[in-house]
């Protein structure tokens, strides 16, 4: 069973630019499929999700922890208007938390969720 999550910093973003966990659900239904935009190593990937009224290519960038089977981690996003992409310090960062965050147990990720540092999606396929 597919488990996808979504940090609490990303979900602060996500309400900004209206990005919907069912977007969220379809992205992960496409990288399912291998519609990854980019492997960034150690666990970290990169999807584009179309905004309201754009396209791909001008919208949201997501970069996700997952082992690309069962977890899931919306951990950072970004607008395309906004910057080109992240640096070589911010991606060192990321790798970093996603290996961390794909170790972590049943029990740690219980955890995370009640202190709400996690927040769980609901997943659904369009």
């Known amino acids: 069973m597919n488990r996808v999550f979504k940090t609490h910093t990303f979900s602060r973003w996500m309400k900004d630019v209206e990005l919907t966990d069912k977007l969220l659900s379809n992205a ?6 291998g519609l990854i935009d980019a492997d960034l ?3 970290v990937v990169k999807k584009r999700i179309a ?24 951990i950072f996003g970004f607008e395309k208007n ?18 961390e965050l794909l170790k ?3 029990i740690a990720l219980l955890e995370l969720l009640k202190s709400k540092e996690l927040v769980e999606v609901r997943y659904e396929k369009e």
């Open 28 to 33: 992960v239904f496409e990288m399912q499929n």
């Open 41 to 43: 190593g150690s666990g």
């Open 51 to 74: 905004l309201a009224g754009r396209g791909k290519s001008s919208s949201s960038r997501t970069l996700i922890a997952t082992n690309k089977n069962d977890r899931w981690f919306f």
């Open 82 to 99: 906004e910057r080109e992409n992240i640096n070589a310090k911010e991606l060192k960062f990321l790798k970093g938390f996603s290996s």
């Open 104 to 106: 972590i147990s049943d």
